[in-house]
């Protein structure tokens, strides 16, 4: 199971941190990714982390935003910073045991993750 949290209503230029708890399984041993989905448009990828810790972002988020494991506690994170009014949506976390994260800004489809988390909303206002 995953679980989101830390999103939050921000304005323009603010930072969050997004946790997802994962319970069942080693998060440290699947592709674990970060995506996200504004009203009326389809989900995109955000950011993925592999199993041995190579990272892709998406090209909108480089430099600003920062995916990490915490392999003691069992959690995926997302460090967002520089946040912009596009960056509103609801996140989700996945995780799936097959798929690669091949680096740069090759962030992996998100149907080619099978676990998904229920989502946590970020609202960054102008």
């Known amino acids: 199971q995953l679980q989101e949290s830390g999103g939050d209503s921000v304005h323009s230029g603010g930072s969050l941190r997004l946790s997802c708890v994962v319970s069942g399984v080693a998060a440290s041993r699947y592709c674990m990714g970060w995506f996200r989905q504004a009203p009326g448009k389809e989900r995109e990828g955000v950011a993925a982390?592999?199993?041995?810790?190579?990272?892709s972002y998406a090209e909108s988020v480089q430099g600003r935003f920062t995916v990490s494991h915490d392999v003691a506690k069992n959690t995926l994170y997302l460090q967002m910073y520089s946040l912009k009014p596009e960056d509103t949506g609801m996140y989700y976390c996945a995780a799936d045991p097959w798929t690669t994260v091949m680096g740069g800004n090759l962030v992996p489809h998100h149907r080619l993750f099978e676990h998904w988390g229920q989502g946590t909303q970020v609202t960054v206002s102008s």
């Open positions: 982390i592999s199993s041995d810790g190579t990272t």
